[in-house]
């Protein structure tokens, strides 16, 4: 049992890190809730005084919030529905017995390792440029027109990105979970005479269950917050600008630093409703 | 039981996991084939894949042209920076939440991750301005301590679930042996403890060493990282395809190399335990 000597030890232990992160947390969110209810512009005139919640409404009320919304949503739904389902499947390939599984595994991980700038520029240039980009090149080969991917399908193209760099992610997490199926409980079933689907649909789909909760939980919170792959491809044109993106724009960019602020608290309370779910999930997982 | 497949069946599997996987790898290896060809090769049509004049100039010309080396150096001093600070400052909280938890601990620990969920670009001016103000914008001190605070929830959880796996009878059986606190700490946790450190240490230096919100909006010249080196690139002037490629291998062979080591802690790392 532990002594109450050892309880203040343990005490004095934690407190740096305890006291760092209650710094980091609650010294810039007090200075962004303080900024989001003034008018304030560092470049054209400083602190113009106290607004109520007049960056709230006009941040919402502008005629680029709801696009930066959908922009959003439709990449955080996008790249989880592709890395999901891609996920899952690789991660039953990969789980399957074969030659070479510690190659694939690692062609297939090595992806995530990439930095966002580098897999969005080698994306942006070396392939989907309308000209000399390799997918230029294989439609030609077919006999197409190029497409120019990140004006015309800017959209598919950052999904693209940031899929290709995401599903490593969820292949790997699925691949641990599948692995850690009862693969007695499979034998039986396939005995029974359960054809491959219904295997899967009873069987491996369930197991996952945790799993993919996970991965989606997890991946919102970075998708939320993606930047790079935007700043260097599109630069938040062409329908791309995401709420993240917006804000940058409204705080770095123009210098609107009031109204960005009233737009990264929005962003606070959207990231900590998908939060929620997820501290949910791990903190059970604390007390088994 | 295992089960018997046919070799039949394994080919299969073989051919097709390869091809999956060579599919998923190839921006990576074709950035890296591109890389050493000429600018002229590099935009040829159709394109080259082995059958062209390997070179190394473009290496020399990307180091000669933007000193490399110089941005290289800041990655490495902001993630290894970033990384021994955490692990310093997370190394004494994970053992006593590992080993004299309270009541409290569980709630700490999901505080601690809460602060992760924190999205950056709602405290990007906040930031901007105190670093501004303390004269840290585009240094590499100020973009170690921002880092480290990012990754410190990641850190400690990684150690906290390491350290819940070393048996606390080992340490009551060292304590009954007359071990002080730091004789049980430095000659019985230490040594057990290693792997798991060194594991989260590996984790940690990839997440800084590719982190592209901070190092991109608090650099400009001086602090700047690879990220920031390759950020660069996009602009029009940038365009050589071999070049690009050339400085992108440079931006990510250390960390592939590095993440072949890691793919293992990579689940339960990023999870916070959740899987593993």
Same mark, same amino acid.
């Given at each position: 049992?532990?002594?109450?000597?050892?309880?203040?030890?343990?005490?004095?232990?934690?407190?740096?890190?305890?006291?760092?992160?209650?710094?980091?947390?609650?010294?810039?969110?007090?200075?962004?809730?303080?900024?989001?209810?003034?008018?304030?512009?560092?470049?054209?005139?400083?602190?113009?005084?106290?607004?109520?919640?007049?960056?709230?409404?006009? %941040?919402?009320?502008?005629?680029?919030?709801?696009?930066?919304?959908?922009?959003?949503?439709?990449? $955080?739904?996008?790249?989880?529905?592709?890395?999901? $389902?891609?996920? /899952?499947?690789?991660?039953?390939?990969?789980?399957?017995?074969?030659?070479?599984?510690?190659?694939?595994?690692?062609?297939?991980?090595?992806?995530? %390792?990439?930095?966002?700038?580098?897999?969005?520029?080698?994306?942006?240039?070396?392939?989907?440029?309308?000209?000399?980009?390799?997918?230029?090149?294989?439609?030609?080969?077919?006999?197409?027109?190029?497409?120019?991917?990140?004006?015309?399908?800017?959209?598919?193209?950052?999904?693209?990105?940031?899929?290709?760099?995401?599903?490593?992610?969820?292949?790997? /997490?699925?691949?641990?979970?599948?692995?850690?199926?009862?693969?007695?409980?499979?034998?039986?079933?396939?005995?029974?005479?359960?054809?491959?689907?219904?295997?899967?649909?009873?069987?491996?789909?369930?197991?996952?269950?945790?799993?993919?909760?996970?991965?989606?939980?997890?991946?919102?919170?970075?998708?939320?917050?993606?930047?790079?792959?935007?700043?260097?491809?599109?630069?938040?044109?062409?329908?791309?600008?995401?709420?993240?993106?917006?804000?940058?724009?409204?705080?770095?960019?123009?210098?609107?630093?009031?109204?960005?602020?009233?737009?990264?608290?929005?962003?606070?309370?959207?990231?900590?409703?998908?939060?929620?779910?997820?501290?949910?999930?791990?903190?059970?997982?604390?007390?088994? | 039981?295992?089960?018997?497949?046919?070799?039949?069946? +394994?080919?299969?599997?073989?051919?097709?996991?390869?091809?999956?996987?060579?599919?998923?790898?190839?921006? #990576?290896?074709?950035?890296?084939?591109?890389?050493? +060809?000429?600018?002229?090769?590099?935009?040829?049509?159709? @394109?080259?894949?082995?059958?062209?004049?390997?070179?190394?100039?473009?290496?020399?010309?990307?180091?000669?042209?933007?000193?490399?080396?110089?941005?290289?150096?800041?990655?490495?001093?902001?993630?290894?920076?970033?990384?021994?600070?955490?692990?310093?400052?997370?190394?004494?909280?994970?053992?006593?939440?590992?080993?004299? @938890?309270? +009541?409290?601990?569980?709630?700490?620990?999901?505080?601690?991750? &809460?602060? +992760?969920?924190?999205?950056?670009?709602?405290?990007?001016?906040?930031?901007?301005?105190?670093?501004?103000?303390?004269?840290?914008?585009?240094?590499?001190?100020?973009?170690?301590?921002?880092?480290?605070?990012?990754?410190?929830?990641?850190?400690?959880?990684?150690?906290?679930?390491?350290?819940?796996?070393?048996?606390?009878?080992?340490?009551?059986?060292?304590?009954?042996?007359?071990?002080?606190?730091?004789?049980? #700490?430095?000659?019985?946790?230490? @040594?057990?403890?290693? @792997?798991?450190?060194?594991?989260?240490?590996?984790?940690?230096?990839?997440?800084?060493?590719?982190?592209?919100?901070?190092?991109?909006?608090?650099?400009?010249?001086?602090?700047?990282?690879?990220?920031?080196? #390759?950020?660069?690139? &996009? &602009?029009?002037?940038?365009?050589?395809?071999?070049?690009?490629?050339?400085?992108?291998?440079?931006?990510?062979?250390?960390?592939?190399?590095?993440?072949?080591? &890691?793919?293992?802690?990579?689940?339960?790392?990023?999870?916070?335990?959740?899987?593993?």
């Amino acid at each position: 049992m532990a002594t109450q000597h050892s309880r203040s030890v343990a005490r004095l232990m934690m407190a740096p890190a305890v006291v760092l992160l209650l710094g980091w947390m609650l010294v810039p969110l007090t200075m962004t809730l303080y900024f989001s209810f003034k008018k304030y512009l560092p470049l054209r005139g400083g602190d113009l005084g106290w607004v109520g919640f007049d960056n709230y409404v006009r %941040f919402v009320s502008s005629s680029s919030f709801w696009p930066a919304v959908q922009a959003t949503l439709v990449i $955080v739904g996008g790249v989880l529905v592709i890395t999901v $389902v891609l996920g /899952i499947l690789l991660a039953m390939l990969l789980d399957q017995p074969m030659w070479g599984q510690g190659v694939v595994r690692i062609l297939v991980i090595a992806p995530f %390792f990439v930095m966002p700038t580098v897999s969005a520029l080698v994306w942006k240039n070396m392939f989907m440029d309308p000209v000399n980009g390799l997918l230029a090149h294989l439609w030609r080969f077919f006999g197409a027109e190029p497409i120019s991917w990140l004006s015309e399908a800017s959209m598919t193209s950052i999904i693209m990105i940031v899929s290709w760099q995401w599903l490593p992610f969820a292949t790997l /997490i699925l691949l641990t979970a599948i692995q850690s199926l009862d693969s007695e409980q499979l034998e039986a079933a396939e005995m029974d005479g359960a054809p491959p689907l219904k295997r899967f649909y009873h069987i491996i789909l369930p197991h996952l269950g945790r799993a993919i909760t996970i991965v989606i939980l997890i991946q919102t919170i970075f998708l939320l917050s993606i930047f790079a792959e935007i700043f260097v491809t599109t630069g938040g044109a062409f329908g791309t600008r995401t709420l993240t993106y917006l804000i940058f724009q409204r705080v770095l960019e123009s210098q609107n630093v009031g109204l960005g602020s009233a737009g990264g608290v929005y962003a606070i309370i959207l990231a900590n409703i998908v939060a929620i779910f997820l501290m949910r999930i791990v903190g059970k997982n604390l007390d088994a | 039981m295992a089960r018997t497949v046919t070799t039949r069946r +394994k080919s299969l599997n073989t051919v097709l996991a390869w091809a999956v996987g060579l599919l998923i790898f190839f921006p #990576i290896l074709w950035t890296i084939l591109t890389s050493f +060809k000429t600018e002229a090769q590099a935009i040829a049509s159709p @394109p080259l894949f082995l059958n062209f004049d390997w070179t190394l100039e473009n290496y020399a010309i990307v180091q000669e042209r933007s000193d490399y080396m110089r941005f290289l150096w800041n990655s490495v001093i902001i993630a290894g920076g970033s990384t021994v600070l955490g692990v310093i400052i997370a190394v004494p909280a994970a053992w006593a939440m590992a080993f004299v @938890p309270s +009541k409290r601990t569980k709630d700490i620990l999901l505080w601690m991750l &809460s602060t +992760k969920m924190l999205p950056a670009v709602g405290v990007l001016y906040p930031i901007y301005l105190l670093f501004i103000r303390l004269g840290l914008l585009d240094t590499r001190g100020g973009l170690v301590v921002v880092l480290m605070l990012i990754n410190l929830p990641i850190i400690v959880w990684m150690l906290y679930t390491y350290f819940r796996e070393i048996p606390g009878e080992i340490l009551e059986a060292a304590r009954m042996d007359g071990a002080t606190l730091k004789e049980e #700490i430095l000659y019985v946790l230490t @040594p057990m403890a290693i @792997p798991g450190i060194a594991s989260t240490v590996l984790l940690n230096f990839i997440l800084a060493w590719n982190e592209a919100f901070w190092t991109l909006n608090l650099t400009a010249v001086d602090a700047a990282p690879l990220t920031a080196f #390759i950020a660069s690139y &996009s &602009s029009p002037e940038g365009l050589f395809f071999a070049k690009l490629s050339a400085a992108s291998t440079m931006a990510i062979a250390p960390i592939l190399i590095l993440g072949w080591f &890691s793919q293992k802690q990579l689940v339960r790392g990023l999870t916070f335990g959740a899987v593993k």
